[in-house]
């Protein structure tokens, strides 16, 4: 199916591991962003990327890691997880420039570090 | 950076009632959208409504950018429109910035 679709879903990891959270998008949208969802933060934006090999800091971006070497690929690797960064992560592109389009979002991974 | 803040934080309505949301921004923004996070946690896009008003069924919002609002309005509410809603508005830096949602609830 078309769209953006993110993996895994839910993922449980120790403190200090490293994990990658997938992102894919079939729309082939010049933008992709990533976001973190916590109770009485609301969405905060890690990091977002205008075309391949091009990326960019968002509001919390430390303890984060991306690449975008092709287009329609957006991961986000935490290098050594820490408890803190326990949250919902939002996958999500837009058809041009960030701020003169719609974004569409991927259904969230849910990562639990213990 | 820009301020975001939408009103009210919780909403409890009965079925069948309409319903305003409010999302203030604190400077000049590009664009503004709405966005409903269903009890599943999916984030359905609404409205991408840089300024004037759009509708889409039972849902319409318009934005005021001059005076930098904009106002979601729910009719005849449905179980299905729990949720939180969430303003986003796009900075002149190529940045979003999410509101903090409102949350709403419908009473069957």
């Known amino acids: 199916d078309a769209g953006i679709t993110q993996s895994p879903r839910y993922k449980i990891t120790e403190t200090g591991r490293q994990v990658t959270l997938m992102c894919h998008q079939t729309w082939s949208h010049s933008y992709m962003f990533w976001y973190r969802q916590d109770l009485g933060h609301g969405l905060r934006l890690i990091y977002y990327?205008?075309?391949?090999?091009?990326?960019d800091k968002g509001e919390v971006p430390d303890g984060y890691v991306v690449s975008r070497s092709k287009t329609e690929n957006f991961p986000l690797t935490l290098e050594s997880a820490t408890r803190s960064q326990t949250s919902v992560y939002f996958c999500a592109s837009s058809e041009s420039r960030s701020t003169s389009q719609p974004q569409h979002f991927g259904d969230g991974t849910r990562l639990s570090i213990l | 950076g820009i301020q975001v803040e939408q009103s009210p934080p919780d909403l409890i309505l009965q079925e069948g009632a309409n319903s305003t949301l409010r999302c203030n921004f604190s400077d000049s923004v590009n664009n503004l959208q709405w966005f409903h996070q269903n009890p599943w946690g999916q984030l359905i896009n609404l409205f991408y409504i840089p300024s004037g008003t759009k509708q889409n069924g039972r849902l319409s919002a318009t934005t005021v950018a001059t005076e930098r609002y904009s106002l979601l309005y729910i009719s005849s509410s449905q179980t299905t429109d729990s949720g939180v809603y969430f303003c986003a508005v796009g900075a002149l830096d190529d940045k979003i910035i999410f509101g903090k949602g409102t949350r709403l609830h419908i009473l069957p």
């Open positions: 990327s205008a075309a391949a090999d091009i990326t």
